[in-house]
């Protein structure tokens, strides 16, 4: 059994921060890659030398440096939204499968965590939507001038539903990417012949990468099938630069097959998997660094570039009442009327 806890020594504000600002790096710094996944997934890069590097080279001749990171501003203000969402929604989905001792086993937790990531890319799927439209777009001739232009023109054009356009298909990736979740966790004891509460810093960075690696791997072809019907349009050149034409999700499927074999619903899948060290290895690190801010603002530690713990400090107060007992020591007030110490 697991128990849901996050650490109380940081605000709500302080959370979102680091891990936005985590986000936001990471993102920012893989953009390139992903960019060369969605044009392949889409098909734009069809009968051009395949390979991230190939198609990262291919849109900086074409187009300059910048167009290596389309999309990517949209994706970063995504980011907060999604989060936010994501969190509320990952508090509710707990307080439900949580039984009455407060415990939640890790099945739940994956099952939980799942749905919370459902919930936020539902919500927030038209800025998916429009940054798959400004990465597949040629930036000199751009049908979109940034988020706002797109939704308005999305809108205008193709109707309020269009900016939902393939949003099935994120309820039925979410179905292998828990499989996939709890395949690794399954077997984490076997790979590492050791209890899980004691691996290490490293041990746990190996597990989200394999756990990332497994279940993007398996629900790609649902990835790949999203992406087409997001840049699909009448109104753009070329009908979005998809390579294959259909009429719908399961339609889609079939002509990829027809037209690539199995395996094509698989393009992209190399520049999506070489994204994921570098990502949360970024995340991870860049997330810690920002708590160690944090915590030495609140006076836990001694140090933001250590975890070194401020003599006389209780650890278990929060930060409120860490500053309430501190103004205690000053004025000799409290604002609490039972304060814990």
Known sequence: MATWRRDSRLTGSQRLLCSGLAGVLSLSLTAPLELATVLAQVGVARG??????????????????????KGNAVACVRLFPCSAVQLAAYRKFVVLLTDDLGHISQWRSIVAGSLAGMVSAIVTYPTDLIKTRLIVQNMLEPSYRGLLHAFSTIYQQEGFLALYRGVSLTVLG???????????????????????????????????????????TLS?????????????????????????????????????????????????????????????????????????????QNGYIVSPLSYKLTPGVDQSLKPQELRELKKFFRTGKLKSKKPTL
Not at 51 to 67: K, Q
Not at 193 to 207: C, I, V
Request: with cysteine; net charge positive; hydrophobic share 45%.
């Open 174 to 216: 979410a179905l292998p990417f828990s499989a996939g979740s709890l395949l690794v966790y399954m077997n984490l004891e076997k790979i590492w012949n050791g209890p899980r509460d004691r691996f290490s810093l490293l041990q746990n960075f190996a597990n989200v990468c394999l756990a990332a690696t497994v279940t993007q």
């Open 48 to 69: 051009h030398p395949r390979g991230p590097g190939a198609a990262a080279c291919r849109v900086w001749r074409a187009e300059g440096p910048r167009a290596l990171w």
């Open 220 to 296: 790609f072809p649902f990835d790949t099938v999203k992406r087409k019907m997001q840049a699909q349009s009448p109104c753009l050149p070329h009908c979005g630069g998809v390579d294959v034409h259909f009429s719908g999700a399961m339609d889609c499927f079939r002509q990829i097959v027809k037209a690539q074999g199995v395996l094509g619903l698989w393009n992209g899948l190399t520049a999506n998997l070489l994204k994921i060290v570098p990502y949360f290895g970024l995340m991870f690190s860049t997330f810690e660094f920002c708590k160690r801010i944090c915590l030495y």
